[in-house]
Nanobody, 128 residues
């Protein structure tokens, strides 16, 4: 059975950086890509970054574009999210999700795109 486990969350000051990792265990051939989502207290879950494995295409939400970078390390079976210039509004629980549909990165961050598997989440708090 496939599992997704997020790590790397924590407390950071505004302007700081964090690197989150999503580790995939189980069959490596199942996912076409991985997306990162976050949910702030009292807010809807938001898709923020995704990567498609076949061609390396990525997509980002406007709220994180230019500050966050998603990347894949196939050898380690991880998908990382490098987060720079963090703001208090980046606070929330961050989840990774595994894509088994193979859709366009343009749709992978939309609320209606369905994912087969989700991790448990990791807390990110940006505060001074």
């Amino acid at each position: 059975q496939l599992q997704l486990v997020e790590s790397g969350g924590g407390l950071v000051q505004p302007g700081g950086s964090l690197r989150l990792s999503c580790t995939v265990s189980g069959s490596r051939l199942r996912y076409y890509g991985i997306a990162w989502f976050r949910q702030a207290p009292g807010k809807e879950r938001e898709g923020i970054a995704c990567i498609r494995f076949s061609d390396g295409l990525t997509n980002y939400a406007d709220s994180v574009k230019g500050r966050f970078t998603i990347s894949r390390d196939a050898a380690k079976s991880t998908v990382d999210l490098e987060m720079d210039s963090l703001k208090p509004e980046d606070t929330g629980i961050y989840y990774c999700a595994g894509d088994t549909r193979g859709g366009s990165v343009l749709y992978m961050l939309t609320p209606t795109y369905e994912y087969a598997d989700w991790g448990q989440g990791t807390q990110v708090t940006v505060s001074s």
